[in-house]
Each structure stands twice: as structure tokens, then as C-alpha cells.
């Protein structure tokens, strides 16, 4: 019986570390920085 218990914390101890690394990796490691972007020039001539 104890050696089912020291099993079963183990696993919980490798969900929860899981678990917390991906919350960790998307809310910090994952938010981009947007670049501006440039306007697309048009083709042709130009009239002023």
C-alpha cells in the first residue's frame, strides 16, 4: 500500500509540473510582439 501511495504522489508531482510549465510557456513564453505593418504601395501611376 505505501509503495501505491510514494507511486501515485509521483505522478501527481509530474501532472502538476507539466501542467504548470505549459500555463507558464503560453501566458509568457508565447505572447508575441506585433510588428507594424507597412501599407501596401499601389501599383501604377500616381495623378496628383
Known sequence: ME????FLKEV???IT???SAH???KTFL???K???RRR????GS???
Open 40 to 43: 501596401k504601395q499601389k501599383g
Open 34 to 36: 506585433t510588428t507594424r
Open 3 to 6: 509503495i501505491f501511495l510514494e
Open 46 to 48: 500616381q495623378h496628383k
Open 17 to 19: 509540473r507539466v501542467l
Open 12 to 14: 501527481l508531482k509530474g
Open 30 to 32: 508565447d505572447k508575441k
Open 23 to 25: 500555463f507558464l510557456q
